[in-house]
């Protein structure tokens, strides 16, 4: 499991990620970066009712933390990062699901560098 330092829970720390991250997005899910002035990277999880019932939506987020607690030493120091399930995500098994991540995870992270590249 994730731990809780690393857990994101307030909504400014979400809305910021989301409104001035970079985003990558894949059909199971969509990830969002942004900064905070934090030294441990923090990880939040959007599962709405369109991905399922409630068994359904705590399933994946169960499966998208367990994912994201192998893959936090990718993330840089400050990172605000927000995966977003997306409605396929309910049916993907979980090899399918650590791929797509996998795959969002460098997207997002290239264009972090790309734009910070620019503004050295």
């Not at 991250?21 to 002035?37: D, E, I, M, N, Y």
Request: charged residues 30%.
């Amino acid at each position: 499991m994730l731990s809780r330092q690393s857990r994101m829970r307030r909504g400014e720390e979400f809305a910021a990620a989301i409104k001035r991250g970079k985003r990558a997005g894949r059909p199971t899910l969509v990830v969002h970066l942004g900064t905070s002035g934090e030294e441990t990277p923090l990880v939040g999880f959007v599962v709405s009712k369109a991905v399922g019932d409630a068994v359904t939506r705590n399933k994946v987020k169960r499966r998208l933390r367990h994912l994201m607690r192998d893959r936090l030493h990718r993330l840089p120091r400050g990172s605000l990062l927000v995966v977003r399930a997306n409605p396929p995500a309910a049916s993907a098994g979980y090899e399918h699901l650590a791929a797509e991540l996998d795959l969002a995870l460098d997207r997002v992270l290239r264009r972090r560098e790309s734009s910070m590249d620019g503004h050295r």
